[in-house]
């Protein structure tokens, strides 16, 4: 499925939730002015989403000069991916964990907290980098931005009805959509269709990013332990994320919690550190990675495998 496929359905089914919505609220009124909401909504992410999100887990901004270890790896990754350098962000967290974000290649950001750096070792810290640039070579990182922009609004807005609800508002005349039972099932429905639509979006992904990452560093291993070291630390450090932007990190920030776990947004840790640990990079003859045609065998093979 395309990449511009899938963002064209994200936002179609995102776009429906929200007039849906705002039928429940005004009837017919209300589904106008919900339809011209996620039209500006659907404008405003695509433009501005991926400085929403930095903004929201304070993420600064580093130069070369500030991490120039950090920065060389990025940059020697990118460039193995064909990509310009992006943006390096580190997010102020004890929790480690990593995403990508922007509009396209051309302005990506890859933002990574500092517990990453702190309890994790280089060649761990190349695998994460590594899924992130893929996730970049993969255009994944749109759909990541608009899908946790406009998850949010229709979060807010559940939580609105559930108040209006709540306090006695609505009614039950047909002009005004379900009245107070509508108002309180879309308040109940709603995030967990949104929640459904991010992991359908998500999980696919995840594996491929992984296959690609791997191809990147030259081999899978580096990834297959951050993702084991992060597994461990998600559950032992809590992080303060939100649920709409969950899916774009390297692994769900909300394990542990029962209900993030039952609605993740990630494949299984352990199916993903299998398929990494099972195999390898293809290589020539006399032991040297086979370079792009390499990367392609590679990704294929893990590709087939989801």
């Known amino acids: 499925m395309g990449n511009w496929f899938k963002t064209t359905l994200l936002l179609g089914l995102l776009t429906a939730l929200i007039v849906w919505i705002g039928n429940l609220f005004g009837g017919q009124q209300g589904m106008v002015f919900a339809f011209i ?12 989403s991926d400085k929403i999100v930095l903004k929201m887990y304070r993420a600064r901004e580093v130069s070369p000069s500030h991490a120039p270890e950090l920065a060389e790896m990025v940059r020697r990754l990118a460039q193995n991916a064909g990509l310009p350098m992006p943006k390096l962000y580190i997010i102020p967290e004890r929790a480690p964990n990593a995403f990508a974000t922007g509009r396209n290649p051309e302005h990506a950001v890859v933002a990574v907290t500092e517990g990453l750096l702190d309890l994790m070792g280089r060649e761990e810290v190349e695998g994460v980098i590594s899924h992130e640039i893929a996730h970049i070579k993969n255009r994944d990182i749109l759909i990541g931005s608009i899908a946790a922009t406009m998850a949010g609004a229709i979060m807010i807005l559940a939580n609105m009805a559930r108040w209006t609800a709540f306090l006695g508002g609505g009614s039950d005349d047909e002009d005004s959509g379900l009245g107070i039972l509508g108002l309180i099932a879309m308040s109940i429905l709603a995030p967990i269709a949104a929640i459904l639509i991010q992991m359908a979006i998500s999980r696919s992904r995840e594996y491929h990013a992984d296959a690609t990452g791997a191809s990147l560093a030259g ?9 084991e070291k992060l597994g461990t630390y998600s559950r032992k450090i809590p992080m303060d994320a939100q649920p709409n932007t969950a899916h774009m990190f390297i692994v769900n920030p909300l ?5 993030a776990t039952l609605f993740s947004t990630h494949p299984p840790l352990e199916e993903r550190i299998a398929r990494l640990r099972g195999y390898g990079i293809p290589r020539s003859p006399n032991g040297e990675s086979t370079g792009r045609d390499g990367l392609r065998q590679a990704e294929d093979t893990w590709r087939n495998l989801s």
């Open 255 to 259: 394990r542990g919690r029962s209900f």
């Open 219 to 227: 081999q899978p291993f580096g990834l297959a332990s951050a993702l």
């Open 37 to 48: 909401l996620a039209m500006g909504m659907n404008f405003f992410s695509y433009w501005y």
